[in-house]
């Protein structure tokens, strides 16, 4: 789920001014191009920073959803942790995985515009876009967790994913009580995240003008 309003192939269809110039065949395999790589990294990326919370919350990685990050990102975040040692709780090749994965996206399509626009922007729009990753990986989270709460309360995933949403919900349970015995958290924390995404996409656009 992406609440920001900002997608990388809009910088680069920007820059190259191709919708004015080239094929409807080169624009579709372009958009194709992108959603793959949208999946791709939202993939890989989205494993490390799970890597990285966990880590940081210290959750064992032992069970399926554990299991599944590891086999997603070892190929990556082994040989970073080998230059990159974790500092205190902070997993610091985790996090490295993730913006690496988010530039790789980013410099591809920058390559399949033909280099067109500025290279600094394709490195300041890695780093917004592994900010959007984050507020929409969270996002689905806390949407995950809101449903599992109703369906099952008891499960051993909603034990894990309750524990990674603990950290941010917390906050907003200390100022906004239950209303009606409902807890409304999930709710105000969706919405900050929107707002959030809302924002980080107009500073991506500005960037691209």
Known sequence: MDWAVFTPAIYFKGSQRYHQTSSGGVHLFTQIISLLLDVAAGLVGGACLLRLIMQWQRIPFNNPIGRFI?????????????RLP????LDTASLAGAWLVKLAQFVALWLLSSGHGSLLAVLLLSVMGLAQLVISGLSALILIYAVLSWVQPGSMNMVLIERLCQPWLAPIRRVLPM??????SSLVLLLLL????MVLGAIQMELMH
């Not at 590891?70 to 080998?82: C, E, G, I, N, T």
């Not at 929107?194 to 995404?197: E, L, P, V």
């Open 70 to 82: 590891f086999a997603v990102s070892d190929w990556l975040v082994m040989p970073l942790r080998k």
């Open 179 to 184: 209303i009606g015995g409902v807890d409304l």
């Open 194 to 197: 929107q707002i959030a995404g």
């Open 86 to 89: 974790a500092i205190g709780r």
